[in-house]
DNA sequence: AATATCCGTATTTTT
DNA sequence: TACGGATATT
């Protein structure tokens, strides 16, 4: 045995297999916390030293976040700057680099733009109402229903009235009125030379599965890895399939404990039957967890174990201590805020960092309460999920100028922008996009009719469209013929928001925030040349959290990390909080319509509970009061999560917020007015 | 008559 | 945030 890399030493038998497998196909099932990140890092490395040009590795990850820190780690190993080379990224970011070099022969124009998914469902939307469904005395699925089946259908290569029958019963009746918006949808996409997420994949399997081109496109990589593989779908299983027709060096990490994108159409097929779809697949299982403590790892087993389907493996802590999780009863979502603060502060007292801590739950607003309460306590946080800056109104409006000046037929764009002039609604913005040439003759210029010949609007609408007109002006680079590139990415942004300003100041509240964020869309296109390549990374990377009720941390400042359980896949800190551990919540009332749904929320559960390393505390608030008055006492009483039964709840250590000394379930009795079903709620509590 | 605007309500998860 | 429905404004 030759000189062995000092990172090698570090691995564990199971991690050394993975790591130094030979060429041919490899699936690493890796369990919750056991080194997954470190083995395909090292994996990277580890083909790196054996003489693999960086620039033929491709790693595919989730998110960009990961392949990021994946390659910074394996760069810490090798330590000689090539990692940089390593193609990384996801499926749809790597889709659209290849898609812009080699997608001439299937089709694709090089300048295309990609549309995210509410821009699909604007478009959705937009046929829509042309179409006039909707308005008859039937009710029609709304925009973004109808981009949820279209995706659906698509990604999962299932016939539209399987998917309706199965996942959308209610929309059944619409079917005829839906396949005539989905046929003139991507009728428009390609005229109007447009990209969604879901074209990004069906193009570059098209792309791979070319003769000619196809070659070529698969022999770029000697390897790919792919992280997160439980996750990944049909369409991006086809993929891999046709990027190894050549070569068989392909190795795939996942754990299908942790499955929960079957909303997306993932299944775990693709895990499950990868060694017959490969043949002599070198199968790699890691079983000890190096994240959690073991009373921990015994609650996280204890849930999963229920799951309807077994897995194989069972994971074994190598860590010491016995502190139990703690299972946390509160009176409501107000209580469980506030305790959840105590809770925080006092783990940083112990010495643990606000970024060693993480408050996890299953939907964006369930931190709604809490955000306010970390507020008041002047306790800075960040919040990954839910509404993203992408989403934010102004950040859509910001984005939809740069696109119009980027592809002048994009209708979209267009229909947004003019509605943000006064006095300009639904019906005057298509009058003014007939007029400017949007919609017809694709030689027809708007910009430059914009500038040179522009149509009448109302008085109200003056200042806002000369602003317009002097954004776009200084945006085109003076002259009609595109010389975008002359003008920096950042400049633009910044013309932009100069036109905005005083619209945003008109229609939204907390303008200064929302300026802010415009100024923070600034400093991000500083690092681009191109207005379009700018564009299409901030679609398919967008920042990860707005939110600045706490005033935006810098980044040497210390805060608490907020995130849905879905954004924080990957990730792990020292203390965990689960909140909102109520059924309803969780599972979520939206997904309890099938066995399958259940069962992935179950996972969800248990992805939540493995992210912790040291400390785990689990809340659950009694009662839930209803929205519609926040000043009446009407209110239900929750259940705490089925995932979490008797047994389950005997491994944590039990508590509830006293407050006068008095628990939660005897305050629920004293409060309360009726008393049948709140003495059996909360007797329930007790016991269940 | 066509639009704008206000208000209350419901909102899963993401590339 | 985005909708539907009601009212206000041009």
New binding site residues.
Partial sequence: MGLEASYLRDLNPAQRAAVTAEDGPVLVVAGAGTGKTLTLACRVAHLVDRGVPPERILLLT??RRAAREMLTRAERMVGNGVTGRVWGG????VANRLLRAYGGPVGIRPDFTVM???DAADLM?LIRGELGL?RGERRFP???TLA?IY?RTVNAGVRLGEVLDRDFPWCRDAKDGIRDIFDRYTARKRERNVLD?DDLLLHWRALASASGVGDRVAELFEHILVDEYQDTNAVQADILVAMRRTTRNLTVVGDDAQA??A??SATVRNILEFPSVFPGTNVVTLERNYRSTPAILDVSNAVIALASRRHEKSLWSGREGRLRPRLVTCLDDAEQADEVCRRILAHREEGIALQGQAVLF????HSDVLEVELARRNIPFVK?????FL????V?DALAVLRILENPRDEVSWFRVL?LL???????AA?LMRTLGVGGDPEASPIRRLLADPPAVPP?AGSDYERLRTAVADCAGGDESDRSDLVPPAVQVERVSRFLEPVVTRR?SSPASRMRDLEQMEVLAGGFVSRGRFIADLT?D?PVSTGDLAGPPLLDEDFVILS?I??AKGCEWDVVHVIHAADGNMP?D??TGDAE?IEEERRLLYVALTRAKDALHVYFPLRYYH??NPLSDRHSYAQISRFLPQHVQELFERHSTHVDGAPAEERVLSRSSSAGDLVEASLRSLWT
Avoid: C, W
Avoid at 90 to 93: L, Q
Avoid at 384 to 388: D, M
């Fill in positions: 989730f998110t996801t499926f749809h970011a995210d998914q509410g939307n909707g709304k925009k973004d949820a995706s997420f929960i994108y909303f997306r299953r939907a964006a607003h990954y999920g839910g509404l993203r989403e934010a109104a102004h859509k509605q006064d006095g300009v609604g639904p019906a005057m009058r109200s939204y398919l967008p849905t879905h954004s979520s939206m997904a749904q929205r519609k």
